[in-house]
């Protein structure tokens, strides 16, 4: 700690940080513009300027840049003194000289740092009537507007990008004062977390090219707390909302999840909200009716007239409707919905989590490890965020020179000129090239059971007490003792692992790598397909296979689907049998699918933007979403379709609900303090969805009725659907918009932080369920060397950020990002089959009647004997994982898929 004097008041602060963080950390304004909280100082602006006094008889003190100006004890500053305030001044009046004068059509006008900045330093006049310098824009993708004349050149946009976020293809191009920050030409940024120059840009250069599509002011726009939906990392975020529409998503600051960053998918995967497959009316085999009664009363009588009836539940539904259903179905015949392989996995991973003994990390604990392995994951396309935190935490190694040398930590730019450019290991193991092999330690390519086999040689490696693979080549011999060899020297090492490669001895050789680390503080984490995984696995229940089974033996034969398109999940054959077979389906979901077709009763859910629920991550913490807006008048909240036809229903608010979830499953059990939340929240008052300068209430509806009808009542929730209401006394965690008097961006959530980058004020959203405890014996059950069958490939599915989430792939600024259709060969397999890049492929089961016919696509890094197709794209559906396939090349007069959009 140190102790320091700032305009005459005594302040004990830390004294590992700068001036600027310090500043901000107690509240004080002090403007700035190349400095943010996530990637540390580079005075490149110079705008935070403030005066150092030499000792208590200086009058005169010297300009110091904040952000550059280490905390010392016993220090003197001002930042009110009229030589820093008229610095400051001039400097921002300079950066101005070439800014346009356009905030009102500007699309961060209303939410801009550089507004604030500028009012902050009361610059409200300009002097300048030269002309001004001026750019072209470029096209940079479906995702980034650029409008370069806006931009005050602070470097956070190819800091973040090239440094922070690994990417390669935006670049400062020019000098002195004319320099250019964009692509060599025109053409969408590569990198999966482009979206975050919208809110790493002070300015307008960057803004969302979705959102320009139906723009609304940041203060027209209704906002709740959220939670993504198209990953299992539970990051936060702000969805927007403006006449019944949903317009945008933002970063949601959480301190131990995503903190300031997103991914793309997340960002831009919102479009299914706003699809045409929204389905919004109830349907009685394929009639849509108006009365909800009429489809609540047929739903009953379904359920009072059948044999008996099954449930089939849902990855990607809350907590709370799952275990609606479940109430409903009875416990007995409640099913998980999951393919036969995932629920396999997802089991050996939640039994790793409770009883393994080992620290399930946040994405924050992740940033601090000091060597991480990743075993069969490319997780910039399962988990993208966590593939961020892990770029970061590569870093460590250069943070632990920086202290020798006495270079304070958030020296960003002295950090990255160390010599050597010394980096944490990174070793990644997996079927192919991955999105991270540019800063890996080593790499290593093979299949799921030669992944496996190495990750169980590292760990005999690390503990020869452990089981060893047989006929290891000594190449790889040599590789799992290197890798070991770093693991076992690390403070923090950190494993990686999950179900992309669905093999469970992946998961198993992770858990006895993990164990075997002789490290008190090591971390061992797994990547999870869907929104709530975790939390339907934690809640239990039957495998799938055995719901066709009882509906094929004639014990059952009525169903109801819960957000889930069983084609997805299993053959066509086996589902096509299984509802064709069931006297009746009934489907509760949001958008159309396969599933939904078959469906005799058909009702329509709301998405995460209209209704509540919990969901839990993959490192176990249950966070709860908020409706934006509220739903259509037919479709609701799953969970309310469910509870509306019980006999006896316990549960007529969601509070209840939740509660009732965490009373009955002891795996779910601190659940209860997540339903105490919104009681707790505030007392007596509601908090206010609608900022205090909403715009237009009562003209929006004008068109319909010229009376304002009144704002819809939440029963289920703290939050208003109005401005009115308070926000004084509510945890900054529940704020539905981030704003503070002269902090209208993001920037403004440096006033609800306990310090810079640190927690929320009254702490982070969610609850851990589970807490590591126990040891589990050593898994031994090591698979044979993959060996490639002459005519004989097997199908392996690759995950694609932009491509395999059910949800997101209706987006379509993401569904222009998705991946072309084709299949990948590993060149001798190509050579051998007579194909190139391009090629026509046919495809044909070995044991079935399935045919496709596809492009081909060589991949150098992929073993032979695999053909790697995206997960989740509908081309691929009829194929199924894993299983063994004939090849031979096609007609080449089939059409190029490669130019046909999805």
């Avoid at 100006?69 to 008229?86: C, K």
């Avoid at 858990?511 to 503080?521: G, H």
């Amino acid at each position: 700690m140190a102790r320091i004097e700032i305009d005459g008041r005594f302040y004990d602060v830390q004294d590992n940080t700068n001036v600027l963080s310090t500043c901000l950390s107690l509240g004080m304004d002090l403007p700035y513009f190349c400095w943010h909280p996530a990637m540390g100082s580079v005075g490149a602006c110079r705008q935070c300027a403030v005066i150092q006094y030499k000792d208590a008889e200086d009058t005169r003190g010297r300009l110091v840049m904040a952000c550059m100006t280490p905390v010392m004890n016993d220090m003197r500053l001002s930042i009110s003194s009229e030589q820093a305030r008229r610095f400051r001044s001039d400097n921002i009046e300079l950066l101005m000289t070439n800014h346009p004068h356009d905030c009102p059509v500007c699309e961060e006008g209303g939410e801009c740092h550089l507004q604030d900045m500028t009012v902050m330093t009361g610059h409200t006049f300009r002097r300048y009537r030269g002309s001004k310098r001026t750019h072209n824009n470029q096209n940079l993708g479906p995702f980034i507007n650029h409008e370069m004349n806006r931009c005050i050149a602070c470097y956070r946009c190819v800091r973040f990008y090239n440094d922070y976020a690994g990417g390669h293809d935006l670049q400062v191009l020019g000098v002195h004062n004319n320099v250019y920050f964009g692509r060599f030409e025109d053409g969408t940024l590569e990198n999966e977390f482009s979206g975050n120059l919208v809110e790493v840009c002070p300015t307008g250069v960057f803004t969302d090219k979705t959102f320009s599509a139906h723009y609304a002011r940041k203060w027209d726009l209704q906002t709740a707390p959220s939670i993504c939906v198209h990953c299992g990392l539970g990051c936060n975020t702000a969805p927007g909302e403006r006449y019944g529409e949903l317009r945008r998503i933002i970063n949601r600051y959480h301190g131990a999840v995503n903190g300031y960053f997103l991914c793309d998918r997340g960002r831009f995967g919102y479009g299914f909200v706003n699809s045409s497959k929204r389905i919004l009316k109830p349907r009685i085999d394929n009639q849509p009716i108006i009365a909800i009664e009429t489809a609540e009363s047929h739903f009953r009588k379904l359920l009072n007239a059948a044999k008996s009836t099954i449930g089939i539940g849902s990855p990607r539904a809350s907590l709370e409707a799952n275990f609606a259903l479940r109430e409903l179905v009875g416990e007995e015949n409640f099913f998980l919905g999951l393919n036969d392989t995932e629920h396999t996995l997802l089991n050996t991973i939640i039994d790793l989590m409770r009883h393994g003994g080992i620290h399930s990390p946040s994405l924050r604990e992740i940033e601090q490890a000091d060597a991480v392995l990743i075993l069969g994951e490319d997780v910039t396309h399962s988990a993208p965020r966590l593939a961020l935190s892990i770029r970061q935490a590569l870093r460590n190694a250069s943070f632990a020179m920086a202290q020798t040398m006495h270079i304070p930590l958030w020296q960003d730019a002295a950090i990255r000129q160390l010599r050597g450019n010394v980096q944490s290991p990174l070793f990644i193991a997996s079927i192919c090239a991955t999105r991270l092999d540019d800063v890996a330690t080593n790499t290593y390519h093979g299949s799921p059971e030669n992944v496996a086999r190495l990750g169980f040689a590292i760990a005999h490696c690390l503990d020869d007490s452990t089981p060893a693979p047989f006929a290891l080549s000594t190449s790889e011999q040599s590789l799992a003792s290197s890798i070991a060899s770093r693991l076992k020297q690390a403070k923090r090492p950190l494993v990686v692992s999950g179900t992309s490669c669905s093999c469970l001895a992946v998961i198993q050789a992770a858990y006895n790598i993990a164990k075997a680390i002789p490290s008190k503080d090591k971390q061992l984490t797994f990547t999870v397909p869907e929104c709530n995984s975790v939390g339907l696995t934690i809640m239990g229940g039957k495998r799938l296979q055995q719901a066709f089974e009882r509906i094929d033996n004639g014990l059952t034969d009525n169903v109801i689907i819960l957000e889930n398109d069983l084609y997805r999940r299993a053959s066509h054959k086996a589902v096509d049998l299984f509802l064709e077979t069931a006297a009746h389906v009934s489907v509760i979901d949001s958008l159309e699918n396969k599933t939904t077709e078959k469906a005799q009763l058909l009702l329509p859910a709301a998405t995460f933007a209209e209704s509540e629920g919990t969901l839990v991550n993959n490192e176990g913490r249950a966070q709860r979403y908020f409706p934006v807006y509220p739903a259509t008048e037919a479709a609701r909240g799953s969970w309310q379709w469910l509870t509306s036809v019980m006999e006896d229903p316990h549960w007529q608010h969601h509070d209840a609900l939740t509660s009732a979830c965490a009373t009955t499953l002891p795996g779910l059990a601190t659940l209860i303090q997540s339903a105490s939340v919104t009681e707790d929240a505030i007392a007596g008052s509601k908090i206010p969805r609608q900022p205090h300068r909403y715009s237009g209430r009562t003209a929006m509806h004008a068109n319909i009725k010229v009376s304002e009808p009144g704002p819809a009542h939440d029963l289920e929730t703290p939050f208003a659907f109005s401005m009115e209401g308070a926000t004084t006394h509510a945890p900054p965690a529940l704020l539905p918009v981030i704003w503070a008097p002269g902090w209208n961006s993001n920037q403004a959530i440096n006033k609800f932080q306990e310090e810079i980058s640190g927690h929320l004020r009254d702490g982070d959203t969610g609850i851990r369920l589970i807490e590591a405890s126990g040891e589990l014996p050593w898994f031994d059950d090591i698979p044979t060397a993959f060996e490639p069958e002459p005519g004989l490939w097997r199908i392996t599915p690759l995950p694609n950020i932009f491509g395999s989430e059910e949800l997101s792939q209706q987006s379509p600024s993401i569904r222009e990002r998705q991946p072309l259709v084709c299949i990948l060969l590993n060149p001798m397999d190509a050579e051998t089959l007579a194909v190139g890049t391009g090629d026509p492929i046919e495809i044909r089961e070995f044991a079935g009647a399935t045919t496709l016919t596809i492009h081909a696509q060589i991949e150098h890094t992929l073993p032979r004997g695999l053909v790697g197709v995206t997960t989740g794209l509908p081309e691929f559906q009829s194929l199924q994982a894993w299983t063994q396939i004939t090849l031979k090349k096609a007609n080449p007069e089939l059409q190029d898929l490669s130019e046909v959009p999805l």
